[in-house]
């Protein structure tokens, strides 16, 4: 740390109590109280550097021969501040440091201790100090920190916004350009070298600093300076992610709830060895709602993971509503990079029926599907560039991972019993269809949602189903769908119709591929063909007979799947009783279901047939 010397003459005062005595032997003629502390000094050396002093021992009339006794309790840094301007006055040697400089310069300044009152005096001298220290980080640091004590006369002399701008300098530059790296009063710089052979530590070279290298040095700041600080940064043009990197930072050492603590009962838990005290829930919810707004706006600079703690912890200690909802619209832009766990937030409220604040959620995706609209929207003409068909795909991956998301987040609120229908559907109903590749995922939340809640009406269950797209069902979900008697028939018969489809669709195509390698095929080619060096080529005709037994094994495993499909389609109907119960129970669409019925009957009768027609064609 900088230090000035000043002075020469030794110690020439001495403390009894509350009082501080001059050692000169001389009578003391002029008493200086401040606060609880009195000085008895004598008038010729304090009115020779001080021009108040000068004035107010002037007008002090002591035509009785009574001591002057001054007050001055309103004196910048206070009694410890004039114990040293006392000694600079008598010639005494005092340092100047950068924890005393600030002080001692606005006390200066309010003494009138300029050069009008003696050469080389205190303004002069501290100010002088002040540019020294001003060029290292740790000292400036340090010198910004004690600005909160006389901060009026510290901004009136500009001494907090040259701290500021010097700071704001050196973080916004590269550290590793400097012969020594800057060194922060909490981070310095690692010293360990490699050791040679006759045990000599190399440590000549520093090590290289990252860039959250002054994040703990500005932590130690209140929150008015530590704000100007963040401010100039950015002015000075630091990249967002470092200044939303600080704000974590300062949010994690002053707001304990961001450290997974969930409730007061742990934040008031400090790590042994801190001198931090953990501030009220008042003042913890002020640099809440301060530091939102300070986080920088771009998309993506501030981890997703961090937003929705920060949030979490807003609902804890009510926070404006506004800070709420900013919190909320910077997660909705960046949902697809949440995780599941973050976004599982308890319910806050008293008179809350669900576990986890499904609105909020809501209010999140709600906004995140606004902003996907948007971009829709601004990329529909037919005449796109590269970059915006490019563009279009990252919206595609990133609607697909929010529905993933969704669909994940419904499985684990589904089993909450006091989950309405309504807030269900209307949350799986926010994501479009086409950003589910699979229905996997909605299927088991819903299964989840009707295992949980098996009061609803068939009305409801078919409308919760309604949203869950059968066609996009994995074999492994159809296999499930089919024998789940929580579903509605309906939807039962969806799923093994559409595994029917299937079904047709791969035979098909297999026949494609077999007609395609007969009319390929060469008659004269029945043996293999010697070439020149010696190799032969591989017989078609043993080639087709290969594809034609792998065919025919599909084909039979197929006869088999469709078989089972059929036996479940019997027993669903002998557990519903009949087609005719169910349509009695239906009675305004008794008919059309009926004739869909026998519809189906037909058409699997008629994809049986047709599956052993091809198959005896394939044995021939």
């Given at each position: 740390m900088a230090c000035m010397k000043l002075g020469c003459k030794s110690e020439a005062f001495h403390r009894e109590g509350q009082t501080w005595h001059c050692t000169t032997g001389l009578p003391s003629d002029v008493t200086i109280e401040i606060e609880e502390m009195s000085f008895h000094l004598h008038k010729f050396p304090l009115l020779?550097?001080?021009?108040?002093?000068?004035?107010?021992?002037?007008?002090?009339?002591?035509?009785?021969?009574?001591?002057?006794?001054?007050?001055?309790?309103?004196?910048?840094?206070g009694a410890k501040a004039f114990e040293l301007i006392a000694k600079f006055c008598y010639g005494a040697k005092i340092e100047l440091t950068a924890l005393n400089v600030v002080s001692l310069r606005c006390a200066a300044e309010y003494l009138q201790m300029n050069e009008d009152y003696g050469e080389g005096n205190l303004i002069t001298q501290a100010e002088s100090f002040l540019d020294e220290v001003f060029g290292n980080w740790t000292d400036t640091i340090k010198a910004l920190g004690t600005c909160e004590e006389v901060l009026p006369y510290a901004e009136e002399l500009h001494i907090v916004s040259r701290c500021i701008n010097s700071l704001a300098m050196k973080a916004c530059a590269d550290p590793n350009l400097f012969n020594q790296p800057i060194s922060g009063c909490n981070n310095m710089p690692s010293t360990t070298g490699t050791v040679l052979w006759n045990g000599i530590s190399d440590a000549t070279k520093p090590q290289p600093m990252n860039d959250d290298w002054w994040y703990e040095d500005v932590s130690f700041l209140g929150l008015s300076l530590y704000k100007r600080l963040i401010q100039a940064v950015e002015l000075a043009g630091m990249n967002p992610e470092s200044i939303a990197g600080s704000l974590i930072f300062y949010a994690k050492r002053y707001l304990p709830l961001m450290n997974k603590q969930s409730s007061f009962k742990n934040a008031n838990h400090v790590k042994p060895g801190t001198n931090i005290s953990t501030p009220s829930e008042a003042d913890q919810r002020g640099l809440l709602e301060e530091i939102v707004e300070l986080l920088p706006n771009q998309k993506g600079v501030t981890e997703t993971k961090f937003l929705l703690r920060l949030l979490?912890?807003?609902?804890?200690?009510?926070?404006?509503?506004?800070?709420?909802?900013?919190?909320?619209?910077?997660?909705?832009?960046?949902?697809?990079?949440?995780?599941?766990?973050?976004?599982?937030?308890?319910?806050?409220?008293?008179?809350?029926?669900?576990?986890?604040?499904?609105?909020?959620?809501?209010?999140?995706?709600?906004?995140?599907?606004?902003?996907?609209?948007?971009?829709?929207?601004?990329?529909?003409?037919?005449?796109?560039?590269?970059?915006?068909?490019?563009?279009?795909?990252?919206?595609?991956?990133?609607?697909?991972?929010?529905?993933?998301?969704?669909?994940?987040?419904?499985?684990?609120?589904?089993?909450?019993?006091?989950?309405?229908?309504?807030?269900?559907?209307?949350?799986?109903?926010?994501?479009?269809?086409?950003?589910?590749?699979?229905?996997?995922?909605?299927?088991?939340?819903?299964?989840?949602?009707?295992?949980?809640?098996?009061?609803?009406?068939?009305?409801?269950r078919e409308q919760i189903c309604g949203i869950m797209n059968c066609q996009k069902l994995s074999l492994e979900a159809s296999t499930h769908a089919a024998q789940n008697e929580r579903l509605p028939l309906r939807v039962i018969v969806q799923v093994l119709f559409f595994e029917q489809l299937r079904l047709r669709t791969s035979i098909s195509g297999w026949f494609f591929v077999s007609d395609n390698l007969e009319s390929s095929e060469n008659p004269n080619a029945n043996l293999a063909l010697s070439k020149n060096d010696g190799s032969h080529q591989v017989d078609p005709a043993q080639d087709r007979a290969l594809c034609i037994n792998d065919m025919r094994d599909r084909v039979s495993e197929l006869e088999k799947e469709c078989q089972s499909m059929k036996e479940e389609i019997q027993k669903l109907v002998k557990t519903k009783r009949s087609w005719n119960i169910f349509c009695r129970r239906k009675s305004k669409n008794c008919n059309s279901k009926e004739s869909k019925h026998c519809t189906l009957k037909a058409h699997l009768s008629s994809v049986d047939g047709s599956q052993h027609h091809e198959n005896g064609a394939l044995d021939n």
């Open positions: 020779s550097r001080s021009g108040l002093l000068e004035k107010l021992i002037g007008e002090f009339s002591n035509d009785d021969g009574s001591v002057c006794v001054l007050q001055l309790h309103d004196i910048p840094g979490r912890t807003a609902m804890i200690l009510h926070a404006s509503p506004s800070c709420r909802e900013n919190l909320e619209k910077r997660v909705g832009a960046q949902l697809d990079q949440a995780s599941l766990d973050d976004l599982l937030i308890p319910n806050m409220g008293y008179s809350v029926e669900t576990l986890y604040d499904i609105d909020c959620f809501q209010r999140i995706l709600d906004h995140f599907m606004s902003m996907e609209q948007a971009a829709s929207t601004a990329t529909s003409p037919c005449i796109v560039e590269e970059g915006q068909l490019m563009e279009g795909a990252h919206s595609l991956t990133s609607i697909t991972m929010v529905a993933n998301l969704v669909d994940a987040y419904l499985a684990d609120v589904a089993p909450d019993v006091n989950l309405k229908f309504p807030k269900f559907q209307s949350l799986a109903a926010a994501v479009p269809d086409y950003a589910r590749p699979l229905a996997d995922g909605i299927y088991r939340a819903t299964d989840i949602f009707l295992k949980a809640h098996p009061w609803l009406t068939d009305s409801e």
